[in-house]
């Protein structure tokens, strides 16, 4: 609200902005930073820029007769201009960290799964078979869907998205070895080791790529199009990726219930 602070049951306009001296008046914080957002300022970025940018939204796309400016700033040629300004390396360097975080950000998955190990119920089913590939598919895409709707311009091609996806998947494998055969299970049989690295790593990559390729998809419709990417059209394939893993999982603990029985 604007000016002094009444109580909820005066309904005085006595407060009202254009009714107090230039003393009185005061504007609301939140509205100088909405203000901010929507006019911005001098020191915004290109991208803060192309984000407020209107010329993509539905009522100047919707009708074929609808002209778009010449220098009018729309998501393509934001695209294409920061595609130009970045370099091969820097691509090259960006990928390299989307890879190597994804897999430490799906870490919490690996605990929420490996925290039930050694015991058989509902509540560790639940946990190893449905939230644990839920948090870890999530997680293990989650930067490199950033990088498709906010820096699509740091990525090469459908095919590079989904090795990126993939490779992410690896690296996370990897972690989750360490922690499984080094950590909880240290005197874990030659056989159980060799599958956790060749089964457990495929899989793991797999469901990843599974994952990456919907969002590459979408990355390469809004390249194409010259449209801002819809992740949710990418939900599809990380959902086949979670029920993927979650079978594999559930599978291995019945497995491993009937064996105890």
Known sequence: MFGKKYSSRNQSLAGEPHLLNAAEARVDPSELKAARMIVGTEDDSFAEEAERSVHDEPAHTASPDQVVPENALTYARWFERMREETGAIERVVLAFLIVLTA???????????????????YVSFVAIAVIGPTIEEVMKSALIGFAVEKKPFVLISRAHIVAMGALSGVAFAVIENVLYLKVYFPDSEPGLVAWRWTVCVALHAFCSALACYGLAKVWH?????????????????????????GVYNGCVVLFEAARLV
């Open 103 to 121: 897999g430490p950000l799906a870490v919490l998955g690996t605990f929420m799964g490996s925290m039930y190990g050694p015991t058989i119920g």
């Open 221 to 245: 419709d809004g390249v194409t199009h010259g449209k801002k990417p819809s992740l949710d059209r990418a939900y599809p394939y990380l959902i086949g990726a979670i029920l993927i893993h």
